[in-house]
């Protein structure tokens, strides 16, 4: 017998086969197709794909055998890997000087007397190991089967780059998520802990004015109201940061059944309108099934965009709901100032602001349409938006039903 020889790019190869995060996985369906396939095929009772160690071969799938790995020294797929681009096949191992004396060949039970092995490559071309077929007696393929078991250590090939490219990604998005949360208790910790001081910031200004107004004269009011102002707005931003982040869960609270229409009305109550505005709710009263409190943030944001960010005289909202078996459909159209066509792909990142200031002079701070569309993604739907400077902007979004 002769022991197979290392490849010359063996540490790279073995840094390869680390990498495809496949050794000692799972059984796959996918992968143990391929091998009853390949058995089917070439009529062997064994087919494995073995992938090939520093020490041992390990076998991701096998079909005919209970075998799950094998020392290095003694397989038959060490010797095929030495030659990535050619199917090795013995047509009777007795005859191999590589083989004459391999315990495989020798057992009393089962011997290998006949081996078939195409080498599976990554995408650098290294061998990682083989997809085999094995059989008891003597053989030989015929061109088509050779064909055939070429063509399956291709698909298997494909699967194992699927596999590490799925982990690949699988890994990046735990990486986010990680990321995500921590941001997320970043930003809870410190609106949180800023909201307080805020607060008393903004009632400290008013106490200032209503006890010593007069004698602060026009120029320390003017700075009261400036320090009253900026208050507010950076109460507004941490507000909205906690939205923002708090969207998940938001998003993952229980489905109920509750008049859109009611909904609506509550929230335009929220919001004290103080503007001349008239605000079109669907025609009829619709009872859904959904998630309302992801729904009521939704609305929140569109509706506070549509009173601020409009200079008409009378400030004008239609909204229309419409559904099919799988989504219900919002539409929230203004009469507002409108959004310019070279803002419209980014007006759903996190912190984009469109307009200097809104209706009232203050600057936006461009949370509220990224919660939306975050919360819409989580519920299922899109979002979508169009808008004309001067006349005004619609947002479209759905929302998938739940029955």
């Known amino acids: 017998m002769l022991r197979p020889a290392i490849p010359e790019n063996e540490s790279q190869r073995l840094k390869a086969l680390q990498d495809a995060n496949i050794l000692y996985t799972p059984t796959q369906e996918e992968f143990d197709n ?5 058995s089917f ?3 062997t009772p064994v087919s494995l794909i073995s992938l090939v160690g520093e020490h041992e071969q390990w076998f991701k799938s096998k079909y005919g055998t209970d075998l799950c790995t094998s020392d290095r020294d003694i397989s038959f797929c060490s010797h095929a890997i030495l030659n990535p681009e050619e199917l090795m096949e013995v047509q009777d191992t007795r005859l191999d000087k590589r083989f004459e004396d391999n315990p495989f060949v020798l057992s009393e039970n089962d011997p290998v007397l006949y ?5 599976l490559k990554d995408v650098n071309k290294m061998a990682l190991g083989t997809l085999c077929v094995i059989d008891t007696k003597p053989n030989k393929l015929d061109q088509d089967q050779r064909k055939a078991l070429k063509s399956l250590a291709k698909q298997v090939e494909i699967l194992l780059e699927l596999n590490r490219k799925n982990d690949y990604l699988e890994n990046v998005k735990k990486e986010l998520n990680d990321h995500n949360a921590m941001l997320k208790d970043f930003a809870g910790v410190v609106s949180h802990d800023m909201k307080m001081p805020l607060a008393n910031m903004i009632i400290t200004a008013d106490i200032l004015k209503a006890k010593f107004g007069e ?3 026009e120029e320390g009011l003017s700075y009261l109201k400036n320090l009253k102002q900026a208050g507010l707005r950076l109460s507004g ?3 909205g940061i906690l939205d923002h982040y708090e969207s998940d869960s938001i998003a993952a609270s229980n489905n109920e059944e509750f008049d859109v229409n009611h909904l609506l009305e ?5 919001l004290n309108i103080t503007e001349d505005c008239i605000i079109n709710l669907p025609e009829e009263n619709i009872i859904i099934s959904s998630n309302r409190a992801a729904l009521e943030q939704i609305f929140l944001n569109l509706l506070g965009n549509s ?3 409009n200079d008409k005289p009378k400030i004008k909202i239609d909204i229309e709901f419409s559904q099919t078996p799988d989504f219900y459909y919002f539409s929230v159209k203004d009469n507002g100032i409108g959004i310019p066509k070279e803002k419209e792909n980014d007006i759903f990142k996190l912190f984009t602001v469109v307009a200097k200031s809104d209706r009232s002079g203050n600057k936006g701070n461009g949370i ?7 919360l819409v993604s989580n519920l299922g739907g899109n979002l979508k938006m169009t808008s004309e400077v001067g006349k005004g902007t619609r947002f479209n979004f759905s929302i998938r039903r739940k029955l």
Do not use: F, H, W
Not at 115 to 119: D, E, F, R, S
């Open 307 to 309: 009173l601020k960010y």
């Open 34 to 38: 391929i091998t009853q396939l390949a």
């Open 41 to 43: 095929i070439c009529k």
């Open 215 to 217: 004698k602060l004269g």
């Open 266 to 270: 509550e929230i335009i109550d929220l």
């Open 115 to 119: 081996y078939a092995g195409m080498p």
């Open 368 to 374: 509220g349409l990224s919660t939306v569309k975050r």
């Open 237 to 239: 931003y941490i507000n």
